[in-house]
């Protein structure tokens, strides 16, 4: 079988700037991630960290012989809102990350979700990022903040993106989303 | 459990949305460039302003009856430190904010003067235009009245510009249809709904997931499977 011949399943993993994204495909992915990762050069950018990505980030776990599930990340700073768009088409369900210790990110994480929301209404979950840090706001009051009713049937999760265990956690409550939505 | 940010970033709706919704108990400090004060934060309300010169003087004083006294403030001289210390500085972004549950222990009954939805909806009446769009950021929004719309609007104290968009956010109206159907300006709208939104008595209407995602049940078994055991 040629690598043509796999079908690839696609998840989104979206966020702010500096939210982990990079991180939590580092994390879970079977290959070592395909980074699009240049320096930054924007002063206030770059007191946060060195590199960032630019196009998309990706990683790859193998499901079967014919089955590849991938995990796209997007960049996170909205001149790169365009990539959005190209990488949300056909995915399965988008994970959108928020850095917990950093609320100037969470009204631009909640642009994220209703950008997902309105272009693809596919499932979702918010992965409240960085709680292994001691100034982390609690996932309910990142919940809060991002304007998430119960009604809005958007899990938050709190979660560390070095954490394989939290990592998969969020995969998975995503595709039991996913499930749900199909059987529904 | 600390909260902490800066005013330019996150407002103080948002801060007080946070601490209403979970109708959190604490202090919160905010260090203005002039000055400091201390809110006492009471089950999500406000219940004192107090400006401190050095903010360990907060964490000195853990009783607040005791603190009242120490104060020599009545209940009126509480409503003052409200109008006082609180709603001139609910447009001054040069803050930055921390607030610490617990900690402070209250008695049962303490007055309340200035209902917390009433402090939110004075804090969206401030905020600028371009602060608005970090909620109502598409005109194609859909927003709907939450089931306890009514007791939380009661102590919003609303004007009645307000309460028309409000009778407008019925789960079909876009923030378009409305601003055409109230003929309020455009500030006035998003400001509203930003306050409404932050006390709870409008949610964002949830979007029907429309499309199956492309993917048998079999396969989605097989890969929740491969995850579990990675």
Redesign the interface.
């Known amino acids: 079988m040629t690598n043509s011949d796999v079908k690839k399943?696609k998840i989104v993993i979206a966020g702010p700037f500096a939210a982990g994204k990079t991180e939590f495909i580092k994390t879970?992915s079977?290959i070592d991630p395909v980074t699009t990762e240049r320096k930054i050069t924007h002063s206030q950018e770059k007191e946060k960290k060195n590199t960032t990505t630019v196009a998309m980030d990706f990683g790859k776990?193998?499901?079967?012989n014919q089955?590849e599930?991938y995990l796209f990340g997007t960049p996170g700073q909205t001149r790169f809102n365009f990539m959005w768009e190209i990488l949300g088409e056909?995915a399965?369900?988008v994970i959108v990350l928020v850095d917990s210790t950093d609320?100037?990110t969470?009204?631009e994480a909640?642009?994220i979700i209703?950008f997902f929301?309105?272009r693809?209404?596919?499932?979702l979950v918010v992965a409240a990022n960085k709680q292994d840090l001691p100034?982390a706001?609690?996932p309910?009051?990142v919940a809060?903040?991002l304007?998430i009713?119960e009604?809005?049937?958007i899990p938050v999760v709190g979660i560390s993106a070095k954490n394989?265990e939290h990592v998969?956690k969020t995969?998975?409550l995503l595709?039991?989303l996913?499930?749900s939505?199909?059987?529904? | 459990m600390t909260l902490t940010g800066d005013l330019k970033s996150f407002s103080f709706a948002d801060i007080l949305q946070v601490l209403y919704s979970d109708k959190k108990s604490g202090v919160l400090i905010v260090e203005w460039k002039d000055m400091t004060v201390a809110y006492y934060v009471k089950d999500g309300e406000i219940v004192l302003a107090r400006p401190v010169d050095k903010v360990f003087r907060v964490y000195v004083d853990r009783d607040f009856e005791k603190l009242l006294e120490k104060l020599r403030l009545n209940e009126r001289a509480l409503a003052e430190t409200i109008k006082k210390f609180l709603i001139p500085k609910l447009e001054n972004r040069d803050g930055i904010f921390s607030f610490t549950k617990g900690f402070i222990r209250y008695p049962d009954n303490v007055p309340v003067h200035f209902p917390v939805e009433q402090i939110i909806m004075e804090a969206s009446r401030r905020l600028s235009l371009e602060e608005t769009e970090r909620k109502i950021s598409d005109e194609l929004l859909i927003f709907e009245k939450s089931p306890d719309w009514d007791s939380r609007v009661q102590r919003a104290n609303l004007s009645e510009k307000e309460k028309l968009i409000l009778e407008l956010v019925d789960g079909t109206n876009t923030v378009k249809d409305i601003l055409e159907k109230s003929k309020v300006d455009k500030l006035t709208l998003y400001r509203t709904l930003y306050g409404l939104l932050s006390i709870g008595a409008i949610r964002r209407k949830k979007k029907k997931i429309t499309r199956k995602p492309s993917i048998s049940l079999d396969l989605l078994a097989k890969l929740i499977e491969k995850i579990k055991k990675l």
């Not at chain 1, 776990?61 to 079967?64: A, E, M, N, S, V």
């Open positions: 399943i879970v079977e776990i193998k499901i079967d089955h599930l056909g399965l369900g609320p100037s969470f009204h909640r642009r209703n929301q309105s693809y209404p596919i499932p100034n706001w609690s309910r009051d809060i903040a304007d009713s009604e809005e049937g394989k998969k995969l998975l595709l039991e996913i499930k939505s199909i059987e529904e």
